[in-house]
């Protein structure tokens, strides 16, 4: 009797196991072939691939060619005169948003506009579409809201890159489901939010800078200069010019097509900092805004380098070496009288914006720029007893407008004193840094190099 009960026992725990080992195995072949769930369930979703370009659908389609990268959801490209009067798309991506990394620097920002370039500059060929049977603007009117497909090799299919943001967790926002992909974009979307990528990881980007200093571009803090008054800010730039214990630093703003300039008052610094900002190198700078109130215009001071602490936020570093001045050939009337709209802030508590008319010379203060053909038709020398005697300010005619030219004290390659007599009645061309004195914006001028007589 009881050997009979020994082995019923035995058989039962025997079925038990082998009914526990089904359902570890049904679980497991369920966990493996069960494909991605936004609700954060293990798998994964290729939305992008499973998502194709319809070429015969009754959108409106172009293949194009990039003309210049701004950020990661907006991309200018070069299309047929007959869709742009200009030549130029300035594309806004549909149903996505990407952290800023113009203007003011967000996390993220970086890596997304880098992920954009980097698809875009290796691809095979480039397609934008519609959402409808026409080409839509944005509320500003000036960028074409589309899709932006690519091919990544030639003989492969065509990626949406819109998608594609969304799925890498590069947007912290998508369109809605009316959208045309917006099915695939909403799930996309769900799915990297589950899966904690990138803008969703809770963890700190590595490309951003997490110090004290608003982080921005050159064009945001040169169009809203006065709200960072006595504030630490952070840019970079290009290093053209040093000269009277500053330096002047530029970058260009693909958006806007222009370099924007930062005078860099590094006082009397001495050591790493001084070879971190040689011309020709490009810097982030971080520094105070303040108001030179002798020269009428606004600089960066305060300038700090912590050599033992490298990783320090708070470091003027060099990003590279070999750089050179932009030199924007200028028109003398532009430069006088020139307008240009702009998109700026009005306030930094609330983030509102409103588009302002700025002087063209006042946007490209501290810019390097040249220009040619100024008749001298006057000129006066400084002397007053003073470091700055020897100095002139040259005034030129060119295409009946008058411009003035303003040099330090210049010498020859003979070492001679150069003077009125050299420039006086002559035809020159110059090159220099946009600057304004007494009311009124010049060229100023740092070497003898630098003015070309003919």
Same mark, same amino acid.
């Given at each position: 009797?009881?050997?009979?009960?020994?082995?019923?026992?035995?058989?039962?725990?025997?079925?038990?196991?082998?009914?526990?080992? +089904?359902?570890?195995?049904?679980?497991?072949?369920? +966990? /493996?072939?069960?494909?991605?769930?936004?609700?954060?369930?293990?798998?994964?979703?290729?939305?992008?691939?499973?998502?194709?370009?319809?070429?015969?659908?009754?959108?409106?389609?172009?293949?194009?060619?990039? /003309?210049?990268?701004?950020?990661?959801?907006?991309?200018?490209?070069?299309?047929?005169?007959?869709?742009?009067?200009?030549?130029?798309?300035?594309?806004?991506?549909?149903?996505?948003?990407?952290?800023?990394?113009?203007?003011?620097?967000?996390?993220?920002?970086?890596?997304?506009?880098?992920?954009?370039?980097?698809?875009?500059?290796?691809?095979?060929?480039?397609?934008?579409?519609?959402?409808?049977?026409?080409?839509?603007?944005?509320?500003?009117?000036?960028?074409?809201?589309?899709? =932006?497909?690519?091919?990544?090799?030639?003989?492969?299919?065509?990626? +949406?890159?819109?998608?594609?943001?969304?799925?890498?967790?590069?947007?912290?926002?998508?369109?809605?489901?009316?959208?045309?992909y917006g099915d695939a974009m909403a799930k996309a979307f769900q799915q990297a939010k589950a899966q904690k990528l990138n803008v969703f990881s809770g963890k700190e980007d590595p490309d951003f800078f997490y110090g004290d200093a608003y982080e921005l571009d050159l064009m945001h803090l040169r169009t809203n200069?006065?709200?960072?008054?006595?504030?630490? $800010?952070?840019?970079?730039?290009? =290093?053209?010019?040093?000269?009277?214990?500053?330096?002047?630093?530029?970058?260009?703003?693909?958006?806007?097509?222009?370099?924007?300039?930062?005078?860099?008052?590094?006082?009397?610094?001495?050591?790493?900092?001084?070879?971190?900002?040689?011309?020709?190198?490009?810097?982030?700078? =971080?520094?105070?805004v303040t108001y030179y109130e002798t020269g009428g215009t606004w600089q960066v001071s305060g300038l700090s380098y912590r050599e033992f602490k490298p990783d320090d936020p708070s470091n003027t570093i060099k990003l590279s070496e070999g750089n050179a001045a932009a030199h924007t050939e200028l028109d003398a009337q532009v430069f006088n009288t020139g307008r240009m709209d702009?998109?700026?802030?009005?306030? *930094?508590?609330?983030?509102?914006?409103?588009?302002?008319?700025?002087?063209?010379?006042?946007?490209?203060?501290?810019?390097?720029?040249?220009?040619?053909? *100024?008749?001298?038709?006057?000129?006066?020398?400084?002397?007053?007893?003073?470091?700055?005697?020897?100095?002139?300010?040259?005034? +030129?005619? $060119?295409?009946?407008?008058?411009?003035?030219?303003?040099?330090? $004290?210049?010498?020859?390659?003979?070492?001679?004193?150069?003077?009125?007599?050299?420039?006086?009645? /002559?035809?020159?061309?110059?090159?220099?840094?946009?600057?304004?004195?007494?009311?009124?914006?010049?060229?100023?001028?740092?070497?003898?190099?630098?003015?070309? $007589?003919?």
């Amino acid at each position: 009797m009881s050997v009979n009960t020994n082995m019923k026992n035995t058989a039962k725990k025997l079925l038990s196991l082998s009914l526990v080992l +089904c359902i570890l195995v049904a679980c497991f072949a369920g +966990c /493996k072939d069960t494909p991605d769930n936004t609700d954060g369930s293990k798998g994964f979703v290729d939305y992008v691939e499973n998502t194709k370009l319809n070429l015969d659908s009754a959108t409106k389609k172009q293949e194009v060619t990039v /003309k210049s990268f701004i950020d990661g959801d907006t991309t200018h490209f070069f299309v047929p005169t007959d869709l742009s009067d200009d030549g130029a798309l300035k594309a806004r991506y549909m149903g996505v948003n990407t952290p800023e990394s113009t203007g003011k620097i967000e996390e993220w920002g970086k890596k997304a506009s880098n992920f954009t370039k980097a698809k875009l500059s290796g691809a095979a060929a480039i397609m934008v579409e519609s959402d409808n049977e026409q080409w839509n603007v944005d509320s500003t009117g000036g960028r074409h809201l589309v899709w =932006v497909w690519y091919k990544p090799t030639a003989d492969a299919d065509y990626r +949406c890159l819109n998608l594609e943001l969304v799925q890498n967790g590069l947007s912290i926002a998508c369109g809605t489901t009316a959208d045309r992909y917006g099915d695939a974009m909403a799930k996309a979307f769900q799915q990297a939010k589950a899966q904690k990528l990138n803008v969703f990881s809770g963890k700190e980007d590595p490309d951003f800078f997490y110090g004290d200093a608003y982080e921005l571009d050159l064009m945001h803090l040169r169009t809203n200069i006065a709200l960072y008054d006595n504030r630490k $800010v952070a840019f970079e730039g290009v =290093v053209t010019y040093n000269n009277n214990n500053s330096v002047y630093v530029e970058d260009y703003h693909a958006e806007t097509d222009t370099y924007y300039g930062m005078s860099v008052y590094y006082g009397y610094e001495t050591g790493e900092l001084l070879n971190i900002l040689k011309v020709g190198n490009r810097v982030r700078v =971080v520094g105070t805004v303040t108001y030179y109130e002798t020269g009428g215009t606004w600089q960066v001071s305060g300038l700090s380098y912590r050599e033992f602490k490298p990783d320090d936020p708070s470091n003027t570093i060099k990003l590279s070496e070999g750089n050179a001045a932009a030199h924007t050939e200028l028109d003398a009337q532009v430069f006088n009288t020139g307008r240009m709209d702009v998109e700026t802030l009005v306030s *930094l508590a609330d983030e509102t914006t409103e588009t302002k008319n700025f002087p063209y010379a006042d946007l490209i203060m501290s810019t390097s720029v040249s220009m040619k053909g *100024l008749k001298v038709v006057d000129a006066y020398t400084t002397n007053n007893g003073g470091e700055s005697d020897g100095a002139m300010t040259l005034t +030129c005619q $060119v295409g009946g407008t008058s411009v003035d030219v303003r040099t330090i $004290v210049l010498y020859d390659e003979n070492g001679e004193l150069l003077t009125e007599s050299d420039f006086m009645g /002559k035809t020159i061309d110059v090159k220099g840094i946009v600057d304004y004195f007494s009311g009124s914006y010049q060229i100023k001028v740092f070497t003898a190099d630098s003015i070309t $007589v003919h």
